[in-house]
């Protein structure tokens, strides 16, 4: 496997990893730091917490996440000081329920905009050290589900079996930088999402997810990747408002619990008919 299907292996990895749950969040947060040989911070909370971040210092290895709903923002830092093969990785992972309210044929903008840089000063130490693991890359998640229709906390990106063409919007970006030399300086931003048709009183999900990758090979020296500033969600809906499960999303407030969707209000509906027609059909009888 090339360099490129090593770091998205691993990433994919780290964005979908998961335990069976029998009951889906309405709204989760999981911060990730991925370290070693396969050791791991893991600070999913799901139905908790709008707001959580980890972090992993040894002097040699930095990490860090963090996710916050409130203002729709993942942020992630990664960095290594001299030669080392393992694959370094800082996610964040978010998932809210919302409602919306507003006009049906009024397109919804729904955003997430990524940032971050790389820094890298690094030394080849000569052919005893052999280079063949260098990696850098990013990887970026972004959908927006009907709410139901099938996604759930730890399995609804574009890569999540069983969900093709399911999703209103799910999109994936992947970025590396291979052919890049030891000692360089880059940005990189680019932006996700699309304008999407919502119905009135109906409620949707939003999932997002951002991962560095770092795997900083057989050379001395330091290498970082930052984006602490930041990776943001946006979403715009002219003269609609949404409410969230979480009561925190970008500010909106909490859908109010037991508010049936549009089906649901037909059904009951359909069901006081048949309730009046069974007090008519009675009032005779009891007459």
């Known amino acids: 496997m090339g360099k490129n299907g090593r ?9 979908l990893a998961s335990t069976a749950s029998a009951a889906e969040a309405g709204y989760f947060v999981r911060p990730v730091a991925q370290y070693g040989q396969g050791e791991m911070m893991d600070g999913l909370v799901r139905n908790g917490a709008t707001s959580k971040s980890v972090q992993f210092h040894d002097g040699y290895t930095a990490l860090e996440a963090s996710v916050d709903l409130a203002d729709g923002t993942i942020k992630t830092y990664v960095s290594s000081s001299g030669p080392q093969s393992n694959y370094l990785i800082a ?16 397109a919804v903008s729904f955003t997430v905009d990524f940032d971050g840089m790389i820094y890298s000063f690094q030394q080849d130490m000569g052919a005893e050290y052999p280079n063949d693991s260098r990696f850098i890359g990013v990887d970026a998640y972004f959908a927006v589900f009907e709410a139901g229709t099938g996604a759930t906390w730890d399995c609804w990106t574009v890569v999540c079996s069983g969900l093709e063409g399911v999703a209103l919007y799910n999109d994936r970006h992947f970025q590396s930088w291979t052919d890049e030399g030891l000692d360089f300086y880059t940005d990189f ?32 020296g330091f290498i970082e990747m930052n984006s602490l500033n930041t990776s943001r969600l946006s979403i715009q809906a002219g003269n609609g408002s949404f409410t969230s499960d979480s009561g925190a999303l970008l500010g909106f407030e909490k859908t109010p619990a037991g508010v049936p969707e549009p089906a649901s209000w037909a059904m009951l509906i359909a069901g006081f008919g048949l309730v009046g027609a069974a007090a008519r059909r009675r009032r005779p009888a009891m007459a």
């Open 7 to 15: 770091g998205a292996a691993l990433v994919a990895a780290a964005v």
């Open 91 to 106: 996610t964040g992972i978010y998932g809210d329920t919302i409602r919306y309210s507003g006009n049906s044929l009024e």
């Open 189 to 220: 931003n680019f932006q996700m999402g699309d304008n999407l048709l919502l119905e009135n009183n109906k409620s949707y999900e939003v999932y997002v997810a951002f991962n560095l990758l770092l795997n900083p090979g057989q050379y001395d």
